[in-house]
Nanobody, 130 residues
Framework: QVRLVESGGGSVQSGGSLRLSCEAS????????MAWFRQAPGKSREGVAS???????VYADSVKGRFIISRDNAKNTLYLQMNSLKPEDTAMYYC????????????????????????WGQGTQVTVSS
């Protein structure tokens, strides 16, 4: 079964940095696109950054130049390096995977950069204070 486990969230002051990690298991990690989403209280879930199987990346305008998404296929791990954090970055951050062929994921699907992401981790909270 597909399993995504996020870690690395926490509380930081404005201007600080955090590095999120997402450890994947249950499928061949290198064969699907991956992404980070976030959801703030009272707001809809939004795509933050995505990375495809060729490690090409796309970023939301709000994080461009501050966040870096990367993947280590040998470690089955997705990362999000977040720099120059702002209070508006406060949200629950979710790791997401494009559903691997032959696998089932129960989560609701969200399109981002033309890819349907339907496999989700439990989320990790990021809080940025001013």
């Amino acid at each position: 079964q597909v399993r995504l486990v996020e870690s690395g969230g926490g509380s930081v002051q404005s201007g600080g940095s955090l590095r999120l990690s997402c450890e994947a298991s249950g499928y061949t990690f290198s064969t699907v696109s991956m992404a980070w989403f976030r959801q703030a209280p009272g707001k809809s879930r939004e795509g933050v950054a995505s990375i495809d199987t060729s490690s090409s990346t796309v970023y939301a305008d709000s994080v461009k130049g501050r966040f870096i998404i990367s993947r280590d296929n040998a470690k089955n791990t997705l990362y999000l390096q977040m720099n120059s954090l702002k209070p508006e970055d406060t949200a629950m951050y979710y790791c997401a995977a494009q559903r691997p062929s032959g696998k089932f994921c129960a989560g609701f699907g969200y399109f981002y950069t033309g890819v349907l992401f339907s496999c989700w981790g439990q989320g990790t909270q990021v809080t940025v204070s001013s």
